[in-house]
């Protein structure tokens, strides 16, 4: 069962919603009487419940487009965010070579720090600090002896990030990075869980702990 608040940015939507709601409750409370309030909250309770009981119900099934690739190339799309310029990253791409050629494409989404600059389309220091990271990351797999390219995602949400990748990227396979559970919040929203029910290639999961390896996640 999908649950509807398991997800920060789902719990913010809910808040935001109760009050919008609370507000025509608290109106038509004191201009008309509480039984006028009293009603549009039984009004508001059922439409609300009914949209969780939807929600718990699940997605309805969905597969991702991918490219049709015309050769023999092995292609890999890897997806990460800050964990992008992680040691375990670049060893887990390793592992995934095959006899041949290969080719790599990195997609770093462009995450916003809060959910307020994301509605203010505050996006432009998130935009320039996963190009930074992306950079790295790529010059560190191309001096590792990969052929790898990139770019940064142009939507935030990762599971979309990868969708819009596999149109133009005929990947064989998908590498998900991410922070170790406890601090991940692309685990939380269940990035990795969508990305194997939704695609139609596999999904690996590698998790990186940049404290563990000392690594600085976006370096001046």
Do not use: Y
């Amino acid at each position: 069962m999908h649950n509807p608040l398991r997800s920060e940015a789902e719990m913010f939507r809910v808040v935001v919603v109760v009050g919008v709601a609370a507000i025509p409750v608290i109106v038509l409370g004191l201009a008309i009487g509480p039984a006028a309030g009293a009603i549009v909250l039984g009004v508001e309770l059922g439409i609300g419940i009914g949209l969780i009981w939807r929600d718990t119900r699940g997605r309805e099934p969905h597969v991702a487009e991918v490219a049709d690739a015309p050769d023999s190339v092995h292609r890999i799309l890897v997806v990460a965010n800050e964990t992008v310029v992680g040691r375990a990253l670049l060893d887990e791409i390793k592992r995934h070579q095959k006899g041949g050629r290969n080719e790599i494409f990195v997609v770093v989404p462009a995450m916003t720090s809060s959910r307020l600059e994301l509605l203010a389309s505050d996006v432009d220091g998130a935009i320039d600090e996963a190009r930074r990271r992306l950079d790295r990351s790529l010059a560190a797999m191309r001096a590792a002896g990969l052929n790898a390219s990139g770019q940064v995602g142009d939507h935030h949400d990762p599971n979309a990030a990868i969708e819009d990748a596999l149109r133009e990227f005929a990947a064989d396979e998908v590498i998900i990075s991410t922070h170790p559970p406890e601090r991940s919040k692309w685990l939380e929203q269940g990035v990795v869980d969508r990305a194997e029910e939704d695609l139609p290639v596999p999904v690996t999961h590698v998790v990186v702990d940049l404290e563990a390896e000392g690594v600085a996640a976006d370096p001046a």
